[in-house]
């Protein structure tokens, strides 16, 4: 077919070039390479901000091959008279960037080294964008082209062979769950087939289903694309890469080296430590000093000090060396003025004398220097201050105010915000609290029986006992309420309330009373704690030491503890770093050590946008255990270079290390609308059990985030990680042990109560950290924990399926091998399998050797075809790239839900299709488990005599006929040739599906 799309790039500018031509200045031109065809603008010369405005056009050959795809320019400074070219810098943007017309904008791409020795410098501005044909593009309309090849997968494709009556009823039924949220009335059909990102909603229309459309059965000429279930369908540009930095410690060993797992990166160190003698301008003597650390366009200032001649600051400066381009550092000593900043004196230092420390030598002593002034004549006053050269394992580094990571781009911000810093998340406890009885109530109207409840709080949790009907002044519950809390619990404590309904949603309180949780027991296992009496204050009652005892008082009766025997759940269970109970007496020794390396972040997608061009403030959060880390802040760069090393102590190996990358809300940068908040970039898990021992990864890992509009790539994170196993038979040891601590088994919790309680846990972290300096604002918290992974989702509940599908493939597929053997699709294979059958009958210890070494030998075959990579997110598997639009805003939607009228209707009568869907299948594997009871219960009394008689006559058989010989027959039956066979279905088959099941008591 004819296909006219087409890749538009506006060449636009250039900026702050570098000079190649030996005479300060650069004569630029740019190369774009795109699918083999190369275009290149006109020469500008002697301008190292050159300006084109110039636009090409690309032919896209295939536009399904687009998203893999790379657009290359390639900047130039070219001499006129020789034709020589000398390389100024490079880019790449990949396929899955390019948007249509209306969303493109111009981008100023920093400009990327063409070689390893190379230099470079500056911006290219571009905007990319595709025009012509865009409804053959992937990319433009992405979700909603899948969406109609899933809907023409459905609706249009003919029907499914008749498949052989002996195939399982509930296998049938399992297929109908999928494809139900296509089924819409076709005018929403329609609007979905817009662009996802438009915001309109489709007029409600109640979907309409035909008995042909309540079925789907994938097949087998499906694309792999409505089958993600291998990881060989994720895109190239969605795969993760491996890497081979040059790391401190070589790379593959261990080092002994503290930072052996990043890059080794160069910094100015600062030192400015104290002033004496300093001179004032005023007549008191006195001044306000503070210091300025000048290098190039770099500043950092100290805090200012009131009326002294003599202040310590303390404070330690860096400059990364890849942003240096000065040669002298100053250091100048300001005083503090409302109108105006006077000029004290200054150090100036230059780098190519400055000493170069790496640990384990101790620090650098500093020296006194006496101040001069602009001209270089000294003044009066010294200042102590200490200058070096060293890298990131200076101990100096994690409490510097770091040049690539602070105020340049907004100076109100606070160093705290943007250094690197660990985070110990607090102990959580679960609290129990079993609500006994309650005696002597006082209720003022004596002529009716009160409802009485008990209502216990801690904090903003609140949960109720059953309401009991009481005919006298006493009641009793014998119940459990269940909180959590977390150390230390200095301000904490549990009120209890007990409530008399006294009419609809009408409480009246009888009595309070208050238990400090520094006062409640702890313990470890089951054990039975002591239980106390409360006196019940008057409900105006604040004290928490409890009313003054008078001769009659309502009391009530608990029991309290705090349940140490658990693990509290913080984040979703399939994500899980720690599985430790609370009670620290119950940890074993950790089993190995975990490493990982921060190096960079690579290709990032502009997060906002300042002075005209696009941006990202950009810091990364780990979370494994109780151990939370945070890089610095690396602001005002798409590539920003962290080269930070962290280690946790390991105790399962059955756990999940989960790295995310932000964008710091704190530096503005355009009209975002989010305020302060922290935008979430990408994450990436990594689970434990994957890693082989003492083995370094080094690898690029895609950041793939689900936006409002679709899935997106955001950059790559550059991750360095090593496992050591400190005692490799303690770890084996650990796969015999229960996941979780013995607590969980012994008095176990349900499902609604695990999910209550990690929603509560979350909100106590969140609190808890979101308090420290720089915070871990609520958002990061709750996205690194998964906080609402229990919400629904359409698209989950689809990739959930079709992974229950996938593991019932290998079932199928055996089932239909089988099957192909007894119909003598290839009579070699039926009489080999019939051979082999006949020798293990009449050697039927052979049977589970045989088993087992097949399984062996399968492990042993599938060795060569290991994983050799961690596994990371696969937007396939996730349904992410069929998503529709619907599905994307109803996923997005806030609960309570924020949408009213057709859309939720129509979303109400989906859900309703869906459920209808798993209801069937629910039924139908229940009607076979009915169909089994009914065989001895007479509810069919014929057929429950015709097996009873077969029974019977099996009972003879069995007894009379050795067992090989039955089970001889039974295979020659089950493999006789097709010639015998008939196509309706067996006698027991036929049996089984005429008994009754209690479908004809259901309403």
């Not at 781009?409 to 110990?424: E, G, I, L, N």
């Not at 702890?522 to 039975?528: C, E, L, N, T």
């Not at 399998?833 to 492990?859: D, K, Q, R, W």
Request: aromatic content about 10%.
């Amino acid at each position: 077919m004819n296909n006219n799309l087409k890749l538009a790039v506006d060449v636009v500018r250039a900026h702050n070039l570098l000079p190649k031509d030996g005479q300060g200045s650069s004569s630029a031109a740019v190369e774009l390479v795109f699918d083999g065809q190369k275009f290149r603008t006109t020469i500008k010369e002697r301008d190292l901000n050159p300006f084109w405005n110039e636009t090409f056009y690309f032919n896209v050959a295939n536009p399904l091959d687009l998203h893999h795809l790379t657009l290359e320019a390639h900047l130039f400074s070219i001499n006129k008279t020789t034709g020589k070219k000398y390389s100024l810098g490079k880019l790449r943007i990949n396929g899955t960037s390019f948007v249509p017309l209306p969303d493109a904008v111009v981008f100023n791409y920093p400009l990327e080294k063409n070689g390893l020795f190379s230099s470079t410098r500056g911006e290219l501005a571009l905007k990319v964008y595709l025009t012509g044909d865009l409804a053959s593009s992937p990319l433009v309309n992405h979700h909603e082209a899948s969406s109609t090849s899933s809907l023409h997968s459905i609706h249009d494709e003919p029907s499914p062979p008749r498949r052989n009556e002996e195939k399982a009823s509930s296998r049938r039924s399992l297929y109908t769950l999928s494809g139900t949220d296509h089924h819409h009335h076709p005018q929403q059909q329609q609007q979905q087939q817009q662009r996802v990102s438009t915001p309109s909603m489709p007029s409600y229309q109640a979907p309409q289903f035909s008995a042909s459309e309540m079925r789907f059965e994938p097949q087998a000429s499906q694309s792999a694309r409505m089958h993600p279930n291998s990881s060989s369908s994720q895109p190239a540009d969605f795969a993760l890469k491996e890497t081979n930095p040059v790391l401190g410690g070589g790379g593959r060993v261990r080092s002994s080296s503290l930072y052996d797992l990043v890059q080794p990166m160069q910094f100015l160190f600062v030192r400015v430590v104290k002033a004496r003698d300093l001179p004032s301008k005023d007549a008191t003597g006195s001044l306000d000093p503070y210091v300025e650390v000048r290098l190039g366009n770099y500043k950092g200032v100290t805090r200012h000090f009131e009326k002294t001649k003599n202040p310590e600051w303390n404070t330690v400066f860096t400059f990364s060396k890849d942003r240096v381009q000065a040669t002298v550092l100053e250091v100048v000593v300001m005083d503090k003025d409302v109108i105006k900043d006077d000029f004290v004196g200054l150090l100036r230092f230059d780098l190519h004398e400055i000493p170069r420390r790496s640990p384990p030598d101790s620090p650098l002593a500093p020296e006194w220097h006496r101040l001069v002034d602009s001209k270089g004549e000294r003044k009066h006053g010294e200042l102590m201050v200490a200058v070096w050269i060293g890298t990131q394992a200076d101990e100096a580094f994690a409490d510097a105010w770091h040049s690539d990571a602070a105020s340049l781009v907004d100076t109100s911000v606070p160093s705290t915000h943007v250094r690197s810093k660990v985070y110990h998340a607090p102990r959580l406890w679960y609290v129990r609290v079993t609500v006994i009885e309650v005696q002597d109530l006082v209720v003022q109207d004596r002529n009716r029986f009160p409802v009485v409840h008990v209502r216990a709080q801690i904090g903003n949790q609140v949960l109720r006992t059953k309401p009991v009907q009481s005919q006298t002044t006493n009641a009793s519950w014998n119940e459990d309420l269940m909180f959590v809390a977390a150390e230390p619990f200095d301000d904490d404590q549990l009120v209890v309330s007990v409530d008399d309904r006294v009419g609809p949603n009408k409480d009246e309180t009888l009595g309070m009373a208050f238990v400090p949780l520094t006062t409640v027991e702890k313990r470890a296992d089951d054990r039975v704690v002591h239980s106390r009496w409360l006196h019940l204050q008057k409900s105006s009652a604040t004290d928490v030491e409890g009313p003054k005892r008078d001769h009659f008082a309502s009391r009530i009766h608990l029991r309290i503890c705090l349940d140490g025997g658990y693990h509290v759940l913080d984040e979703s269970t399939q994500y899980s770093s720690d599985l430790r109970p609370t009670a620290k007496q119950l940890w074993k020794p950790p089993v190995g050590l975990l490493e990982l390396g921060i190096l960079s972040v690579d290709a990032l997608t502009p997060m906002k946008t300042r002075n005209g061009r696009g941006t990202s403030d950009t810091f990364c959060v780990a979370k494994y255990g109780q151990k939370w880390i945070r890089t610095r802040t690396i602001t005002d760069s798409l590539n920003p270079k962290f080269n930070e090393q962290y280690t946790w102590d390991v105790f399962d190996p059955a756990t999940v290390l989960t790295v995310g990358v932000f964008d710091n809300g704190y530096f503005g940068g355009g009209a975002n609308g989010n305020g302060h908040r922290d935008l979430k970039i990408g994450k990436v898990r990594i689970r434990i059990s994957t890693l082989e021992t003492n083995r370094v990864y080094t690898h690029s890992y895609p950041l793939i985030v689900l936006h409002p509009s679709g899935v997106k790539k955001m950059g790559e994170l550059h991750l360095a990680i090593r496992f050591t196993c400190t005692s490799m038979l303690n770890m084996m040891a650990l796969y015999s042990r229960p996941l979780l601590p013995k607590m969980h088994y012994v008095r176990p919790l349900s499902v609604l109560q695990l999910d209550v309680l990690r929603i509560q846990a979350v909100s106590i972290l969140t609190a808890r950290l979101s308090r420290a300096e720089p915070p871990l604002r609520k958002e990061v918290v709750e996205y690194m924990s998964d906080a609402n992974s229990h919400l629904w989702s359409m698209r989950r509940s689809k990739a959930n399926f079709y992974r229950l599908m996938a593991v019932f493939n290998g079932i199928f597929a055996v089932s239909k091998w089988l099957n192909e053997v007894c119909q003598w699709k290839n009579p070699v294979t039926t009489l080999l399998v019939y051979a082999l059958f006949v020798m293990l009958v009449f050697f039927p210890e052979l049977i589970l050797p045989t088993l087992y070494l097949y399984m062996f030998l399968i492990g042993l075959w599938n060795y060569r075809f290991r994983p050799k990579n961690p596994p990371h997110m696969n937007m396939r598997l996730s349904w992410a790239d069929t998503v529709t639009s619907d599905e994307l805003d109803e996923e997005f939607d806030t609960f309570p839900t924020a949408r009213s009228g057709d859309t939720l209707r129509m979303r109400y009568d989906r859900l309703r299709s869906v459920a209808g869907r798993v209801q069937r299948v629910v039924g139908d594997v229940a009607s076979q488990g009915e169909r089994v009871q009914a065989l001895l219960s007479w509810r069919d009394p014929r057929a429950t005599v015709i097996f009873m008689a077969l029974c019977i006559a099996s009972a003879v058989v069995f007894y009379a006929v050795p067992l090989q010989l039955l089970m001889m027959a039974a295979g020659s039956y089950a493999m006789r040739p097709p010639k015998f066979r008939r196509k309706l279905p067996s006698p027991p088959l036929n049996f089984f599906r005429r008994l009754p099941a209690r479908t004809d008591s259901m309403l």
